[in-house]
C-alpha cells in the first residue's frame, strides 16, 4: 500500500533539481507522482513555500491535470479510456463492470485517450496497454495481474 505521507526532504530534493524555479512547477509535480505516486496537501504547502508561489496556485495546477492524484493510489492503477471512440465501443459499461469487481487494492482511474482507439475500448493495466477489452477480458487482466502478485 502507498504511504499516506510523503516525505518532505524528498520533495525538497527534487526541488533543489529544478532550482526551485516556480515556472518547472508541472515538472516537479510529475516528478513527485513518479516518485510516490500522488500529492499530499502538506506536499501542496511545501511547494507553495519553496517555489514562493500561492497554494491556490500550486491546488488548481494539480486540480487541473488528472495524473496529479490526490489520494494515495492502490498498488495496481487501472485506466479505462472515457473518450470517444472508446465510448462507442462499451467503455462506460465496461467501468461500470469495472466498479463491481475491483478490490481495494486497485485504483481506477478514467483517462482520455490512450493511443490505442483502433483497438476501443482500450484500458492500461498497471502501464501495460489493452486493446478491445470486454469485461471477460477485463476479468482475466485482473486475474493476471492479482496472479503477478503471488
Ligand atoms: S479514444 Fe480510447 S484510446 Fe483513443
Sequence with gaps: MTPRTIDSD??????GQYDARPE????????IVQ???WISDAVIRQLAGELNLSRADVHGVVEYYHDFRTEPPGEHIVKI????ACQAMGSRELTEHANRVVD?????????CLGNCA??????????????????R???ALAA???ADS
Design 81 to 84: 479510456c472515457q473518450a470517444e
Design 138 to 140: 477485463f476479468d482475466a
Design 10 to 15: 524528498a520533495v525538497a530534493t527534487i526541488v
Design 24 to 31: 518547472m512547477l508541472v515538472q516537479i509535480l510529475q516528478r
Design 104 to 112: 481495494q487494492d486497485t485504483t481506477l482511474e478514467p483517462v482520455y
Design 119 to 136: 483497438c476501443a475500448p482500450a484500458v492500461m493495466v498497471d502501464g501495460h496497454t489493452l486493446g478491445r477489452v470486454s469485461t471477460e
Design 145 to 147: 495481474m492479482r496472479g
Design 35 to 37: 516518485q510516490h505516486g
